[in-house]
């Protein structure tokens, strides 16, 4: 089994920053891609940002000119820098991973962590 631990979550006034990261532990045979999702309620979870292994990215518009996902595979960590954050980043933030376990190396499952909450005031 995989597990995902977020960290780096909290308040922040409209134009800060923060930086969020993802640690995968766990039996890991190997890990494709790793990304951000978000979700404020009563909304569909929205894509943010992923990376292949490769560090292949993929950013959503809405957060491309502030965000930034980068990835170290060697601590199997993924971290999203988020600079002038607006209100409307408002969200709880979660990680995603596709991965194989040792135990099932020829199986891909996806993961996700327990999300972080990130707020953004006016």
């Known amino acids: 089994q995989v597990q995902l631990v977020e960290s780096g979550g909290g308040l922040v006034q409209a134009g800060g920053s923060l930086r969020l990261s993802c640690a995968a532990s766990?039996?890991?045979?190997?890990?494709?891609?790793m990304g951000w999702y978000r979700q404020v309620p009563g909304k569909q979870r929205e894509l943010v940002a992923t990376t292949t292994s490769g560090a292949t990215t993929n950013i959503a518009d809405s957060v491309k000119d502030r965000f930034t996902i980068s990835r170290d595979n060697a601590k199997n960590t993924v971290y999203l820098q988020m600079n002038n954050l607006k209100p409307e980043d408002t969200a709880v933030y979660y990680c995603?991973?596709?991965?194989?376990?040792?135990?099932?190396?020829?199986?891909?499952?996806?993961?996700w962590g327990q999300g972080t909450q990130v707020t953004v005031s006016s």
């Open positions: 995603n991973c596709n991965a194989r376990a040792r135990g099932s190396p020829y199986t891909l499952n996806n993961y």
């Open positions: 766990g039996t890991i045979f190997s890990i494709n891609d």
